[in-house]
C-alpha cells in the first residue's frame, strides 16, 4: 500500500496554517473559585474512609501496631502462600525480594505480595496517596498479586481539594491515587476485580 506524498506547497500551507494557530491567543474563563465552607466534611473521617473503600473493593484495618498487622496478613491464605514479596515497610513484613539489587523492574513480575507506605487517605473516596519517591521501582504497586498499603489514620482528609492542597505544586516525578483493587466493567455493567493489577487491597490505618 502505498501513501501520497505531500508537495511542497501542500507542505508550506499545512505550515501557514498551523503557525496561524499558534499564534492565536484564545481568551478563557477564570477558574470558578472555591467556597471551603461548602466542601464536603465528614465527622467521622476514619469510618468513613473504610466505608468507602469497602464499596470499591478494598479492605481497612485499624490496628496499632506493626506486629498487628503481619498477624492479620499471616491469616490470609494468599499470604502464606507467597514466595516473592516486596516490602518497603520492613518492620510490618520482611521482603523476600531485594529490591535494591534490582535495575530491571520486568524481574518484579513475578512478586506477589508488595506492602507499600501511603501518604494520606481520602475519605471522601477511599483513595491514598502514594510518593513515588517512597517506591524503588513504580511498577512494584500495578504488577503484584496483592497489595497492602499502611498509613496513619490521623493522615486522613476528607476531599480531593484537601488532597491537592496537601501534595502542592507537584514535584518531578511519579505519585499516584489508589483506591481498591484494579477493576473493569463491560458493556454489561458486569463488574470485575482484579482485571489488571491487584487482585486484593488491603489498608491497614495506624495511630
Request: aromatic share 6%; charged share 20%; proline share 6%.
Amino acid at each position: 500500500m502505498t501513501h501520497p506524498v505531500a508537495t511542497a506547497e501542500q507542505s508550506h500551507s499545512r505550515q501557514v496554517i498551523l503557525d496561524r494557530l499558534r499564534g492565536r491567543m484564545v481568551d478563557a474563563p477564570d477558574l470558578p473559585q472555591i467556597d471551603p465552607g461548602r466542601l464536603i466534611r465528614f465527622d467521622d473521617p476514619v469510618a468513613h474512609f473504610e466505608q468507602t473503600l469497602g464499596l470499591v473493593g478494598g479492605q481497612s484495618h485499624r490496628v496499632q501496631t506493626h506486629a498487628e498487622i503481619r498477624q492479620i496478613l499471616s491469616d490470609l491464605d494468599e499470604f502464606k502462600s507467597a514466595q516473592r514479596i516486596a516490602s518497603t515497610v520492613p518492620e510490618a513484613v520482611a521482603p523476600t525480594v531485594d529490591l535494591s539489587s534490582t535495575d530491571d523492574p520486568h524481574t518484579l513480575a513475578s512478586l506477589d505480595w508488595t506492602i507499600v507506605r501511603g501518604e494520606f487517605g481520602v475519605a471522601e473516596n477511599g483513595s491514598i496517596w502514594i510518593d513515588g519517591a517512597t517506591l524503588p521501582h513504580r511498577v512494584m504497586i500495578f504488577i503484584a498479586q496483592y497489595l497492602a498499603i499502611v498509613i496513619s489514620r490521623e493522615q486522613l482528609v476528607d476531599q480531593m481539594h484537601q488532597a491537592y492542597m496537601r501534595i502542592g505544586t507537584p514535584a518531578p516525578g511519579f505519585g499516584v491515587f489508589v483506591s481498591g483493587p484494579s477493576k473493569t466493567a463491560d458493556i454489561e455493567q458486569s463488574l470485575v476485580l482484579g482485571a489488571h493489577g491487584c487482585r486484593k487491597l488491603q489498608v491497614f490505618l495506624l495511630p
